[in-house]
């Protein structure tokens, strides 16, 4: 009886290493945020790759202005949402993908991806 149960748990340990797919590898990229010039002290940053889209996105919290995040290699549309009762307001369209931030992802660790926004409104064309 313990001989299958040894079996049983080698057999269900290796099926889980095996069955464990961490997906593309993934590199580090940090940065500032700034609007008009000041740092935007409370918000997030996603990162969604244009190949994999939203299920390879990467989201990070911006605190006092810096973020920093894991993504796949490629190039991808930038998000930015801000919020805070002691800041200004980041435009909405920053929050939505065709307001045309970008950002290339390389194969290493330690890119810098700085972002700098502005409250004046733009008129953005949507990708087709």
Do not use: W
């Not at 997906?23 to 990162?47: H, N, S």
Request: negative net charge.
């Amino acid at each position: 009886m313990i001989k299958l149960y040894s079996s049983m748990l080698f057999a269900l340990s290796l099926l889980a290493i095996i069955g464990c797919d961490s997906g593309p590898p993934k590199y580090v990229v940090g940065g500032a945020v700034t609007l008009d010039g000041e740092p935007v002290t409370d918000g997030c940053v996603t990162f969604t790759p244009h190949e994999g889209g939203y299920e390879l996105a990467a989201t990070a919290p911006l605190i006092d202005g810096r973020y920093q995040l894991e993504c796949v290699e490629g190039s991808a549309a930038v998000t930015i949402t801000g919020f805070g009762p002691n800041q200004k307001l980041v435009p909405i369209h920053y929050y939505d993908t065709a307001a045309g931030l970008e950002a290339t992802v390389l194969p290493e660790d330690g890119q810098t991806a700085d972002f700098e926004l502005s409250s004046k409104f733009q008129k953005f064309r949507r990708r087709r």
